[in-house]
């Protein structure tokens, strides 16, 4: 890997710790000013959003320009949101803001790896990367959770005179702010490259018309839809399964929520040691290969339903990432790759960021149905993980053969 990639690595690292910390800032924020409990989770709701609202213009702004300034040009944004927060702008609007920032950032990290590197070097490049990701939302929860506590804020603004200046999570929002300042500042030092597919027209009907085409040129490619299948199934999965540890844990193993939301860093690790394995033993040429890892995943939170301790518990939420990060780091650089040579890697990222979050909205909207009917959580547990079983099966089976060229 050369410097440029490193580069961009720390840039992301740093934006997506940022990200995650602000997260848990804002709650603690909702938490102080008293607002209703139903606006915390609409907190990731409101960040989503902008992915879904915002892909037609995020992917041709990404190809239009260097994806290093975009980059910093989202960093800005997201920037400019959390100083907002600071400066007293609802929580849920910030935050929206934020989201804006996200999803112009989200085509440019990974399309600029499709320009920087060949293809051969794109599973290893997207390992690194997806570990990254993993270790910042680890760190993010454990750093956002660190600073609205309200002993560290008091202390550290003391020891700096400056005591009752801030409530804690304020104090917590200003260290996040120098987060996306330092980010910003890595992202100057992207190598500028040369601008990929930018659009003829700037027309909002012709910027229409070439995203539904975009759409449907991935879904008719048969290794763009077998792409972009895997990994929109797989974020809308993540994103349910962080809900349904949580309610498993409440009943099987008796954990309040602080307990509960820690198992899932089993998930992150196990999905950064995934990740690595991908890389090293996965090669764009066969990514295909990985699909029956997915089959096999939908089996493990079946598993769960027996569990009713910390140690097999932990061992089984790391297995599932082990088999989550095997299979979707070669299905992001495959998605990477086609669309690259489709449409330009801006475009097909965005593609995917809208159907990745059209899922998360769908699957973990079928989770909160299945809750507010009465369900018990383990027959949600047999469906959801039957569901992944499924499809993944019925993918691998209509997919298997293909070859990557």
Known sequence: MNRGFYTILLAQFLSALADNALLFAAIGLLIFLAAPEWHSPLLQTVFVIAYIVLAPLVGPFADALPKGRVMFIANTVKFIGCLAMLLGLGPLWAYALVGIGAAMYSPAKYGILTELLP???LVVANSWVEGATVMAIVLGAIIG??????QLAENTLTSLGMA???IAPKFAIVAITSLYFAAALVNL???RLPIDHRLPSKSPRYILHDFWHSFALLWRDPLGQVSLAVTTLFWGVGATLRLLIIAWAAL?????????TQLTAATAFGIAIGSVLAGKFVQLRNAVSV?????ILGFVPIALIWVESLIPAVLLLTLAGVLAGYFVVPMNALLQHRGHLLMGAGHSIAQQNFNENISILVLSGAYALMVRSDWHIHTIIWVFGLFISTVMTAIWLKHRNDVVH
């Open 189 to 191: 030092f992207i190598p």
């Open 164 to 166: 009752g200046v801030l």
């Open 291 to 295: 699909l029956p890892a997915g089959i």
């Open 119 to 121: 293809p051969e070097k």
């Open 252 to 260: 099987n193993l008796k954990y309040g929520l602080d307990q509960a």
């Open 145 to 150: 959770g660190a600073l609205i506590n309200p």
